[in-house]
């Protein structure tokens, strides 16, 4: 059966249960609702179970009584856990962060899970479109499983290779609990075949994970998992052979690292033992203009041979021409949509009737973007909504989809117009973004985040295991920062604030008054009108040093202080790139339209039109030389300029 019939079946499979007061019989539901006629008996009553379990895990509560006049006879009706209660309780901020969190996990391979936050976050009016923007949670084809299992307590089979080991051994495994820690994820369970508690990095995981028979040792309580690793790690981060670290900032650059490691906004140097070395490789290089690593550490000299490859991968002419790509087999790139899944997409297509239903008439560009589709995907959904319908009075009572000049509004699926509430592997997936934002050195204030992990923990059954945000009971200096700009925002008044660009050297002072707060990838974003320029501005809040109420006598006077550096990084054209196998990310990442494969090597030869230089730079570095910059020339000599720069010079 075609998967539009499935994803039909199921929403009228809804419909038909949530609208229904007496219930319906098996025999009943499949005979009114389409679908069922193309099978067998035997596969009728297979599917039926299955259907029922689906809905359950979107969201529906289904219930079943015997029939009056015949008790033997079961009948069926389901109602929505409404999610309406939990996210009126949200602020502002806490919508904000719940968006980031959705961002921090990648869209590429988190299918159905990823599917079903974003599409029930967007039902409750929070925005999850991210521009550019990919989160590292989910990378792996494990996570989604065993964030599964641990809400089914089903035990799991994977095949795990080890740090030690040549080969993948199988493991058996009840999962006790899945956390983040220096943005890798780890599993923490019980081994069957070992009879004890291990610990797994589950992009070691070779394997999806397959659900095995239900667990049945106990969640025995357990340190956090940071605590397990860094007690594992420990005895490997004191021998000699892991020297220290040399960690160089330029001034007013690289704010969240510089919080991370403790540097306040003027420092330039730290020495970090290689104990707390996790995560500063990935966080250095999303700054690789003004961060530099030094020493004989494997990090540091991971470090300097990459910017060495990635600057003579860009020096002299490219290795390929666009003229000469032109002759290449055009390709297109797959999209994260997980056609087909059953859940994933009738998750998102109830929570689009639910928007529907709570805005009225809408803009459909708008509503594709909220739910992070192609106007041509939603069109596609709004066709399956179509052709579902209510069946509970015996005939086809369709929902009325209604578009008129790019706008579009419904009626009937009244019973399915409510948000519906997360479930235990959603809502655990949140709390591993809000952990994923806390390690990032975002500005979100520490005290908002684990106030909202309270919350989100409060919705998850007893005996779950949560990530855990780590406490920080002091507000810093740059909390406080930003909470003035919120303020302003909230008062709709101005602020002035000490900002730094990331292509720039310096800082500028500014007064703004906020106009829009949102949240792509961990960051606020805010939109301001800037008097300095007298226009709309946006400004990122791991950029903004410092900042002063209206009238603080202490405030420094308002000014541009920055200077361009010696190689172009403003006003980037479109980019053509060559990207490996490693880096396929970078094309979703910067919506890459116009793509060519190089049959010798495999590579993807694509052009984009980055928003931002600064995000382009990152990546490339970040993909530690799988990304060429092809043309123009000037971005390839920026490319090996900043691979070249001595942050030294720009930092004393």
């Known amino acids: 059966m075609p998967p539009t019939h499935n994803v039909e079946r199921l929403l009228s499979l809804a419909l038909t249960l949530t609208s229904s007061t007496r219930g319906l019989t098996r025999e009943e539901i499949t005979e009114f609702v389409p679908g069922y006629d193309r099978m067998n008996p035997t596969s009728v009553r297979r599917q039926f179970a299955r259907d029922l379990a689906r809905l359950s895990r979107l969201g529906l509560d289904v219930h079943s009584h015997p029939d009056l006049v015949n008790p033997s006879t079961l009948r069926y009706t389901a109602s929505v856990r409404e999610g309406r209660a939990t996210t009126a309780s949200f602020t502002e ?50 996570t989604t499983p065993l964030l599964e299992a641990l809400e089914s307590r089903q035990s799991v089979v994977f095949s795990y290779r080890s740090s030690t080991s040549q080969s993948a051994q199988r493991r058996k495994v ?43 040792h106990p969640r025995h309580a357990h340190p956090p998992i940071r605590e397990l690793l860094s007690e594992s790690e ?5 021998e000699p052979q892991n020297p220290p670290i040399r960690v160089r900032i330029a001034p007013f650059k690289a704010l969240a690292l510089r919080t991370a490691l403790g540097l306040n906004a003027a420092e330039s140097v730290i020495d970090l033992p290689a104990s707390r070395a996790r995560g500063l490789l990935e966080s250095a290089w999303a700054e690789p203009l003004w961060v530099s690593l030094e020493g004989e550490s494997a990090v540091a000299l991971t470090w300097k041979r990459t910017r060495e490859r990635i600057a003579a991968l860009h020096a002299g002419s490219p290795s390929l021409t666009w003229e000469e790509a032109s002759s290449f087999e055009k390709i297109k790139l797959k999209r994260a949509r997980d056609v087909g899944s059953g859940e994933g997409e009738l998750t998102r297509l109830s929570a ?3 928007y529907l239903h709570a805005h009225g008439e809408v803009d459909t560009a708008t509503m594709a973007k909220e739910f992070g589709l192609t106007n041509e995907e939603l069109e596609a959904d709004l066709e399956v909504i179509y052709n579902a319908g209510d069946y509970s009075r015996g005939y086809d009572d369709l929902v009325d989809v209604i578009r008129d000049d790019g706008y579009v509004s419904i009626s009937g699926a009244e019973s399915l117009a409510h948000p519906m509430q997360l479930s235990a592997s959603e809502t ?31 919705l998850l059954p007893e005996g779950t295991a949560v990530a ?35 292509t720039r050297e310096g800082v500028s002072v500014r007064d703004i ?9 961990g960051m606020l974003y805010i939109r301001a009108y800037c008097e300095l320029s007298e226009a709309e501005r946006e400004f990122r809040s791991d950029r903004i040093v410092e900042s002063w109420a209206p009238g603080d006598p202490y405030a420094p006077e308002i000014g541009d202080r920055t200077t361009p550096l010696s190689f172009p990084l403003e006003e980037w054209p479109s980019v053509t790139l060559a990207i490996g196998h490693k880096a ?8 890459a339209k116009v793509l060519r494969a190089e049959p010798a090597s495999g590579r993807i030869i694509a052009r984009i039109a980055p928003s931002s230089p600064h995000a382009l730079l990152a990546a490339v570095f970040e993909t530690g030389g799988e990304v060429e910059i092809l043309d123009p020339d000037h971005i390839r000599e920026a490319v090996r300029g900043v691979a070249e720069t001595k942050v030294a010079r720009l930092g004393e």
């Open 93 to 142: 901020t806490e919508r904000l962060m719940l968006a980031s969190a959705a961002a921090m996990w990648n869209a590429e391979s988190t299918g159905s899970l990823g599917v079903r936050i974003r599409a029930k976050l967007a039902s409750y009016g929070i925005s999850t479109a991210a521009e550019v923007a990919r989160g590292a949670l989910g990378s792996s084809p494990a």
């Open 234 to 238: 420990s005895r490997e981060d004191d």
């Open 352 to 354: 689009e009737i639910a």
């Open 584 to 591: 396929r990310w970078v094309l979703e990442a910067f919506g």
């Open 174 to 216: 009840e999962p006790w609990a899945l956390d983040v820690v220096d943005g890798r994820e780890y599993l923490y369970g019980f081994d069957l075949e070992r009879e004890a508690p291990r610990l797994f990095r589950v992009s070691r995981i070779e394997s999806i994970p397959l659900e095995g028979p239900e667990a049945k």
């Open 428 to 458: 655990s997936a949140l709390l591993m973004g809000l952990e994923a934002l806390s390690e990032s050195g975002t500005s979100f204030p520490s005290e908002d985040l684990r106030g909202l992990t309270s919350k989100l923990t409060a």
């Open 513 to 521: 008054k906020p106009l829009e707060v949102s949240s792509r990838y």
């Open 468 to 502: 855990e945000v780590p406490s920080d009971p002091t507000p810093t200096r740059e909390t406080e920062a930003l909470r003035r700009v919120l303020r302003a925002h909230a008062r709709r008044g101005s602020v002035r604030i000490m900002y730094s660009p990331p």
